[in-house]
């Protein structure tokens, strides 16, 4: 009846699996400065093979070369470095404090600190992110308190949430650093609403949405993109592609379109990939894409490409899915490394001051972290008032939660 | 000081792990930071880091030590200038350190006995079906003299799939996680390994999209199991549970159904805040088309799964993760079914009606144990099925007691112990002697800070008081 031959699945494997050698063979790197850097009101059209590329700013020698380069101070680049050390050393100071019980939770961003670290210093005051919960160079980068952050993340007495929200879920109306949603993806969309809303009020501010590559398969983000392309929202689309959704591999959410930068071609948004390890990079890329949006050429889709080096939270071990020494084999190096070997190029750090700083950032971080553990931690110390627990459920406290707060005793 | 190593938790759910191998001997000089030993879970293994500096005195707990409770001194470190001798002479019995007095109970239950023994002390012996004289199981569930053996929840959900599966080759499980990684909560543990990528599939993430995707499935006649990392994640695919799954059988005239059961963690876990912690029974109790079933003990969420898998019509599984470790009596049969919208009598008693489900009956089954105390004998309804609710089985226990009480971690307005307390005003309101109370969570979104989270959950306490208060006793 039917001499068809059967149908089969395609199900999409990662290149290596843990035991095996790592690869990143599949991962094209060009070489830095080769990418050419067009006007920001070029035509979406003639910039497509940009989506396919990797805009780099620092070459091996740790120079910066090419159109991209030359947009920082070394009193900048100096402060970069700064900034992502002192993400990295808090990083670093957390996750020990949560395996010593200090905090249930904990999500670190080695190998990533260039990406926040650098956008943050393209935007404007009163721009706003909607960031996932692996952008706290935004915060740190803006100048946030790191006592802050950590009451926060111990959820004591000066929690500046109340207790409410889980740790490393920030949030800060007056830095531009909107609530952290635990689930992915529903600010992507919400970033283009607020972008939409500040042209409506033809107010001068933008908003960046932030994903990672695995939450690309949600509904969410494909709205983001039709709403940003038919209104021109003023919206930098930031897609932080670092290789890893816990256990699955960025081919299982990207599927046969080459890159995630090419998912904004469909749609007519300009797309571009930049090496995500590179600050130089990354700020040349933010400053482009966050100047398009502020002069009302539209929305950018931007893709880092980067590696998420430790283990997507304290909740998960990455040797269980992939190689063990597969972040040593990651083509692109790491950020803070780079960075640091530029600027001695430059020839305004030294190998001992890098030394010093990390000494000093350390103890800045222990110093904060004294003061925060002093206001208490998850089970000891200061703790979250409970009177609070009963106020914002809504704007005005309705009699029956007065009732409920009562009966609580508080 | 010496300063004692604490058996690290990987995560708040996390109670006990294996001491796999020490990396560092007795002797050894550590640095902060240092990796000295690694531990296992069931989830994962890690590294242990030495915190403070100094020399590693004492090992408490040897390599390949299995259960090893979270907050277990496994060593001890001397400090600078300390002696390493005499700081391992002061070692501690494993006792807890000064920082946890939020978990008194689970401190108390690691340190008397394993929790299996535990769950097995609180389980009356009608739980398993051997009470012949209660309304809700006329038939004996298990046969007499059937051996029992102890499993934890999670593995009793695995087995049931892997059973169905062996049985069905239409059955596949589908989901974030579920395959490679063996589930987020290791409940598909093992099944990739026995039944391919084929049957086993992990998806993108997006649970609007992989919820379509299997209804789609079951619409051309596959029998998918579909995995929601947790239910809070499902709001996502809410359009396609209600929209398509409850409703094409009925829309398209009773000619093509939908056979498919979406399962996972629901409500609260430890510290996972408002988006993570919502139990959403209410929401699907409300609709027609769809069965929601909580299952409570391993062997119910066996013999339950076992039904939803098999059944003809869209199921909502909800588990929950605190349960996921506890173990309970499974009896080992080939071939274990419990029929979905039965109630069972996990407790008889004869002076209040306490009806819960889930991890709802943890709490109803604590304060049945107080009230004993005060010679007040609860009987307590453990619902199992939500939709369709067995309410004959409450309506004749509230015949007979005369007072009832709701318990679910939900919220009051419109919940299920809303709905169970009006079905009772419909057809025992005369048996009533008063109003129905429901203990509920509080009416505020799920707070993260330990101390907050306990008081926004309900108490043990809160059903004692609420059973008392429907017998006009005084509290004490």
New interface residues.
């Given amino acids: 009846m039917n001499d068809q031959p059967p149908l089969s699945?395609h199900?999409p494997e990662p290149a290596v699996?843990p035991g095996g050698k790592p690869d990143f063979s599949s991962v094209k790197i060009p070489n830095a400065g080769s990418v050419p850097r067009p006007e920001i009101d070029v035509d979406p059209e003639s910039i497509r093979d940009l989506a396919f590329s990797i805009i780099r700013v620092l070459n091996r020698d740790g120079e910066a070369v090419g159109p991209w380069a030359g947009l920082l101070s070394d009193e900048a680049l100096l402060e970069g470095l700064r900034h992502m050390m002192t993400l990295r050393t808090f990083d670093?100071r957390m996750l020990?404090a949560q395996?010593?019980?200090k905090t249930?939770?904990y999500m670190q961003h080695m190998g990533e600190e260039a990406v926040s670290c650098a956008f943050r210093k393209a935007l404007e005051p009163g721009d706003m992110n909607f960031p996932t919960y692996r952008q706290a160079g935004l915060l740190i980068a803006a100048g946030y308190s790191l006592v802050d952050m950590m009451n926060e993340i111990f959820?004591n007495e000066r929690?500046p949430l109340?207790?409410?929200?889980?740790?490393v879920?920030y949030s800060s109306k007056a830095l531009g650093f909107f609530t952290i949603?635990?689930?992915?993806?529903t600010q992507f969309i919400q970033a283009v609403g607020w972008a939409m809303a500040s042209a409506i009020k033809r107010d001068t501010r933008i908003a960046a949405g932030w994903i990672g590559d695995?939450?690309t398969?949600?509904?969410d983000f494909h709205a983001a993109l039709v709403f940003a392309s038919t209104y021109k929202a003023p919206v930098v689309l930031n897609i932080v592609n670092n290789q890893w959704?816990?256990?699955?591999f960025q081919g299982?959410?990207r599927g046969g379109s080459g890159t995630f930068a090419a998912r904004g071609l469909g749609f007519g948004i300009p797309a571009l990939r930049v090496d995500g390890n590179d600050y130089l990079a990354v700020y040349a890329v933010a400053r482009w894409a966050i100047e398009r949006a502020r002069r009302n050429f539209g929305p950018t889709l931007v893709e880092y490409v980067t590696y998420r080096v430790g283990a997507h939270s304290?909740?998960?071990?990455p040797?269980?899915?992939r190689p063990k020494t597969e972040s040593d084999a990651w083509p692109l190096g790491d950020p803070v490394i780079r960075l640091k070997n530029h600027l001695i190029r430059r020839g305004v750090w030294s190998e001992a001051r890098h030394k010093q700083a990390e000494a000093e950032i350390l103890d800045g971080v222990v110093t904060a972290q004294k003061e925060a553990e002093g206001h208490g931690?998850?089970?000891?110390g200061g703790?979250?008032s409970?009177r609070d627990?009963?106020e914002g459920?809504y704007a005005e406290m309705p009699p029956?939660?007065r009732r409920?707060r009562q009966q609580?005793g508080v | 000081m010496p300063t004692n190593v604490?058996m690290?938790?990987?995560?708040?759910t996390m109670e006990q792990g294996k001491l796999a191998k020490w990396l560092k001997k007795e002797g050894d000089t550590v640095k902060?930071?240092d990796v000295i030993a690694e531990i296992e879970t069931d989830?994962?293994?890690?590294e242990?880091?030495a915190?403070d500096e100094g020399v590693l005195a004492k090992i408490l707990v040897g390599d390949g030590t299995e259960n090893v409770a979270v907050?277990t001194p496994i060593a001890v470190i001397a400090g600078e200038g300390e002696d390493p001798a005499a700081a391992s002479k002061a070692a501690p019995a494993p006792k807890l350190n000064?920082?946890?007095?939020?978990k008194p109970e689970k401190a108390e239950a690691q340190k008397t006995a394993p929790p299996q023994r535990k769950a097995e002390a609180t389980l009356p012996a009608a739980s398993l079906g051997h009470a012949p004289s209660t309304p809700a199981s006329a038939e004996p569930e298990v046969p007499e003299g059937t051996q029992m053996v102890t499993m934890t929840v999670r593995e009793a959900l695995r087995d049931a799939m892997a059973e169905e599966m062996r049985r069905d080759d239409l059955v596949f499980v589908m989901g974030?996680?579920v395959a490679?990684?063996q589930g987020?909560y290791k409940v598909t543990q093992g099944l990739l390994q026995e039944f391919g990528?084929?049957r086993v599939?992990?998806?993108?993430?997006?649970?609007?999209?992989f919820a379509g995707l299997g209804v789609g499935a079951a619409l051309a006649g596959l029998k998918p199991v579909v995995e929601f990392m947790t239910f809070?994640?499902a709001?996502?695919a809410m359009d396609q549970i209600i929209n398509s799954a409850a409703k094409t059988l009925y829309m398209s005239g009773g000619q093509m159904g939908c056979p498919i059961v979406f399962r996972g963690p629901n409500g609260a876990a430890?510290?996972?805040?408002?988006?993570?912690s919502h139990d959403y029974t209410a929401w699907y109790s409300n609709v027609p088309g769809l069965k929601v079933v909580a299952p409570h003990t391993a062997a119910d969420a066996k013999g339950l799964l076992k039904a939803a898998i098999r059944d003809l019509n869209p199921v909502v599984f909800l588990e929950n993760e605190i349960l996921y470790g506890q173990s309970f009596p499974v009896p080992k049969l080939d071939d274990f079914i419990i029929p979905i919208g039965k109630a069972k009598i996990a407790k008889p008693g004869s002076h209040v009606t306490l009806v819960a489900w889930s991890i709802g009956m943890s709490y109803a089954l604590k304060a049945a144990e107080q009230l004993a105390k005060d010679g007040i004998e609860a009987e307590v309804i453990d619902l199992r099925t939500i939709r369709p609710m067995d309410i004959e089985t409450v309506i004749e226990s509230v015949k007979k007691t005369n007072r009832l009480v709701t318990v679910e971690e939900g919220w009051a307005q419109s919940g299920v112990g809303a709905e169970i307390a009006m079905r009772i005003c419909e057809h025992a309101f005369d048996w009533l002697d008063a109003p129905p109370v429901r203990v509920t969570g509080?009416?505020?979104?799920m707070?993260?800070?330990?101390?907050?989270e306990k008081?926004?959950l309900p108490h043990v306490d809160e059903v004692v008081a609420a059973a008392k208060s429907v017998l006009y006793k005084a509290t004490s």
């Avoid at chain 2, 989830?43 to 890690?46: D, F, I, Q, S, V």
């Fill in positions: 699945l199900v699996r670093a020990m395996r010593q019980g249930s939770f959820s929690d109340k207790g409410r929200q889980m740790p879920l949603s635990g689930n992915l993806a695995g939450a398969a949600e509904s959704a816990i256990s699955t299982i959410a304290t909740s998960d071990d040797a269980a899915y931690t998850l089970h000891a703790k979250p409970v627990m009963f459920v029956h939660l409920q609580a | 604490l690290p938790a990987l995560s708040p902060s930071g989830k994962a293994t890690m242990v880091e915190v907050n000064g920082g946890e007095t939020a974030e996680e490679e990684y987020a990528a084929r599939v992990d998806t993108p993430i997006t649970e609007h999209g809070n994640f709001m996502q430890a510290r996972v805040a408002a988006q993570h509080k009416d505020v979104p707070p993260y800070a330990a101390n907050l008081l926004a």
